[in-house]
């Protein structure tokens, strides 16, 4: 039986408020800022603060959530009703508090604190810790996330030994993008939704579930013709824009499926549309046009300044763009829209896309993203806790001479600027885009 | 000396330290003698990664499985170009042993999807060597689904190998494969029975010898010599009462002369929850039944012992718990090679998570330990604390 003594949640309350406060004080400061790019990116700002605020009042009410992550049939909990609160939120939601330097310190020593070998994946090892520091707050029931990498997977262990009166949901995770792994992946989507059934007293409501996926996929096709627009070159956005669609769209779940996204997304196209219809891009002397093949590092910002002053260069796709192809969902039956959730969630998120199975889906991505996009250096892989990218090193390389485009292959750390820091960064990075271009390699 | 400067002198080892000393020997070769000699005979042998590989499917393929392995390659200077240096050091070995061609004595490969580093080997292999390489799919639960899924994978590697090997594997010739791994199993546990004496007649360092060799020869051989070594040790005396009764947890460990460093601290490893130990024999598979394919699923993923890969964690502390009771176990020694995320997490949630009778050292180590002496230093200064807390 799950309890919650009133000191836990008096300390969820307090760490919460915290980052409350932090976040507040940068919303603030953003949203005075003049220039009309950064001021595109204030609703999703907005958003993270509001959910921040939101679990903040699920811990005050005591109300029923779930605990899970993006990649595990958002749709469903919508449709049920059923607040989520998810890892993720814990590090990418508090990219805003994060930005602020003291209060990231602090976030990486509790972080310390956890006796974790430090070669396991920071994100992870900041998942366990934001549950020990109780800024994820216990859950009504959890469902483990069993992919893509070992990393998850052996941390929902430590999840579930963290909270050992919450019931967890285990599911499976298949390894082919085939329609025999989607049909596994869907039966066990099935089994989630009645697993939260019996344990959070909400119900799947199937015409809600029908409306969410009807809203979500006008929202991806959006998506995809924001991305569609950064094939132009000069690039007309800057490093990283579409990141709010990804958080807006899969990680938040108060904006999940609802109208603030599909107009948010909508802003950032009839943006772009106007800069491209003028002919203007991002940088007014567009050299390099970089595919940064990981999800966004907290230090995106400082590393796009860099990457513009220095190298006029500009990040067009990452990690967590929507260039891949997601599939609409089927909507006409329950069986089509649990196949077409479970293909969306195990088979096109991100990460989730590209790590979970073969290799072939990587260099498929990049090779297209390079030809599409008109690629000149990729940077892959980096991320310290990306093994499977690790041992792909060869391939990628090959693959990259393939399609013309220059690798760059250093490693960091996308939580922890302490592992590489952005001085190292920004001479690794300078160093190789100078010589490549006094090479006249790109 | 060098270990196998005689290795295959000795034709027939006919008593228990005869057997002892030509498996410790296997260890460190390339390939072992009844492997070579299978092989110039003419058969047919199919390397796997990782125990989660049914042999039985290969020996119904009429060929030998060997599980390979890196121990006379200590460098990585070809196999770092495809692998980046946060890739756990055994893979690094041996695909560098791949990639320039010194698995010549294979016919093809199977690689499990066990963790993120193993499972990239398929994508190299099938890139950049001539022969074949099949992906086998292991499921990360032990739910009804994910063992029709794996089933489901054993069909296709059926198919992959009848295949490449120009055979059929019909259910006849799988029940006999079945009925002889088992066999292997039983006198592994009649083995492993053995160390729960007072005074065990072989050490850790040989029994880990003992079931490493055996991933690396056809397995009628190796029963052969199993026989005589259990037969052996059956009448030998105990070789001393140690200072520490140990057990030793933990990712693949295929490397006897690193047990040698802890137990010449005086401790004495007894068991171990180890992929190269009694995690691979602890269940045999059901050889009654029509649906051999699924016996083959209800062993990997149900019946025996699981590594992490393989979640929930709870059945997996109970079988150490289990482990130290039956062995009366003073203290655990939980290794991990660096960058291993699966045996990472295990050794904290080993540490933190639950309380074991016994005490437990965690220690990281690379594919080729160099550092003997730290390793020294930390085993003596943990029987050092368990002598203290029992005084």
Redesign the interface.
């Known amino acids: 039986m799950r309890t919650v003594s009133s000191a836990e949640r008096a300390k969820s309350i307090e760490v919460l408020t915290q980052e409350i406060e932090t976040q507040e004080a940068f919303v603030e400061f953003v949203s005075g800022v003049e220039d009309p790019a950064v001021q595109l990116q204030v609703p999703n700002l907005k958003s993270m603060l509001a959910l921040t605020k939101k679990v903040r009042q699920v811990v005050k009410d005591d109300e029923p959530f779930v605990y899970s992550w993006f990649v595990l049939g958002p749709e469903i909990y919508h449709a049920m009703d059923l607040f989520w609160d998810s890892g993720p939120r814990a590090e990418f939601g508090t990219f805003l508090a994060l930005s602020v330097p003291e209060y990231l310190e602090q976030v990486l020593k509790d972080c310390d604190r956890v006796a974790v070998s430090s070669d396991i994946c920071t994100l992870h090892r900041l998942a366990l810790s934001a549950i020990e520091m109780k800024r994820s707050p216990k859950p009504w029931a959890a469902v483990a996330c069993i992919h893509p990498c070992d990393g998850v997977s052996q941390a929902q262990s430590a999840v579930e030994r963290a909270w050992p009166d919450v019931p967890m949901f285990w599911m499976d995770s298949p390894y082919y993008p085939d329609e025999r792994g989607v049909k596994f992946f869907a039966g066990q989507m099935r089994r989630m939704a009645k697993f939260l059934e019996e344990h959070t007293g909400k119900r799947l409501d199937l015409d809600k579930l029908r409306d969410v996926c009807n809203a979500t996929n006008e929202q991806y096709a959006l998506w995809g013709e924001f991305d569609a627009l950064k094939r132009n070159r000069p690039c007309p956005v800057g490093s990283w824009a579409g990141y709010g669609i990804w958080n807006m769209m899969q990680n938040n779940p108060l904006t999940f499926g609802q109208p603030i996204t599909t107009q948010y997304i909508k802003s950032l196209i009839t943006d772009a549309e106007e800069k491209v219809a003028a002919g203007k891009g991002h940088l007014e002397n567009e050299k390099v046009r970089v595919l940064f093949m990981d999800i966004a590092p907290v230090w995106f910002a400082e590393f796009a300044e860099m990457l513009e002053q220095e190298c006029n260069g500009v990040v067009v796709v990452e990690g967590q763009g929507g260039s891949y192809a997601y599939t609409p969902i089927d909507t006409s039956t329950e069986e089509s829209m649990f196949m077409g959730i479970a293909r969306r969630n195990c088979m096109e998120t991100p990460m989730i896309r590209t790590s979970r199975g073969p290799v072939d889906i990587i260099i498929n991505d990049m090779i297209r993203n390079v030809l599409d996009y008109k690629i000149d250096v990729v940077i892959a892989p980096g991320h310290m806790g990306h093994k499977d990218m690790q041992a792909s090193l060869k391939i990628i390389r090959d693959a990259c001479e393939t399609v013309g485009a220059k690798l760059l292959n250093f490693q960091y750390d996308l939580f922890d600027n302490r592992y590489m820091p952005m001085e190292e960064i920004r001479r690794i990075v300078t160093q190789f885009i100078d010589a490549m271009s006094e090479e006249k390699l790109i | 000396m060098n270990i196998l400067e005689n290795y295959g002198n000795n034709e027939n080892p006919k008593t228990a330290g005869e057997v002892i000393r030509h498996f410790r020997e296997a260890c460190y070769a390339a390939a072992t003698k009844e492997l070579l000699e299978w092989r110039d005979g003419g058969g047919k042998v199919v390397g796997y990664y990782c125990s989660y590989v049914p042999e039985e499917l290969v020996t119904a393929a009429g060929a030998v499985s060997v599980r390979l392995r890196a121990r006379t390659n200590p460098t990585t200077d070809a196999g770092d170009?495809?692998?980046?240096?946060?890739?756990c050091s055994y893979?690094r070995h041996s695909w560098d042993l791949a990639i320039k061609q010194k698995y010549d004595f294979i016919d093809g490969v199977i690689v499990p999807?066990a963790?993120?580093?193993v499972?990239?080997?398929?994508?190299?292999w099938s890139?950049?060597l001539p022969t074949f390489s099949h992906?086998l799919?292991v499921?990360?639960?032990n739910?009804e689904?994910?063992r029709k899924?794996f089933r489901?994978e054993l069909v296709l590697l059926k198919n992959t190998l009848e295949r490449n090997l120009g055979t059929t594997i019909s259910d006849e010739r799988l029940r006999e494969a079945i009925r002889l791994h088992n066999r292997t199993r039983q006198l592994l546990r009649k083995l492993y029975e053995l160390r729960k004496q007072k005074t065990p007649p072989i050490s850790g360092a040989d029994t880990l010898a003992v079931v490493v060799a055996g991933t690396g020869m056809p397995k009628e051989k190796y029963n052969a010599l199993l026989e005589v070594l259990v037969a052996g040790l059956e009448k030998a005396p105990g070789l001393r009462e140690p200072r520490a009764r140990l057990m030793v947890v933990g990712s693949c460990l295929d490397d006897p002369s690193y047990l040698d460093v802890v137990e010449a601290q005086g401790g004495l490893v007894v068991c171990d929850s180890l992929c190269f130990g009694s995690r691979i024999f602890a269940a045999d598979v059901e050889e009654n039944t029509s649906d051999l394919l699924d016996a083959l699923v209800q062993q990997q993923i149900a019946c025996r012992p699981q590594c992490?890969?393989v979640?929930?964690?709870p059945p997996r502390a109970e079988y150490v718990e289990g482990l130290i009771k039956d062995y009366n176990v003073d203290g655990v020694i939980c290794e991990?090679m660096?960058?291993c995320?699966?045996w990472?997490?295990?050794?904290?949630?080993l540490?933190?998570?639950?309380k074991l009778s016994a005490p437990i050292l965690t220690v990281?180590r690379e594919y080729f330990s160099a550092a003997t002496g730290q390793l020294s230093t930390r085993v003596q200064a943990f029987l050092e604390s368990m002598e203290g807390a029992a005084r």
């Open positions: 170009t495809y692998y980046g240096n946060l890739t893979i999807t963790c993120d580093s499972r990239r080997i398929h994508d190299n890139r950049y992906q799919v499921p990360r639960r739910h689904e994910s899924y489901e992490p890969h979640s929930p964690f991990r660096q960058m995320d699966n990472g997490m295990e050794s904290y949630l540490t933190n998570s639950v990281d």
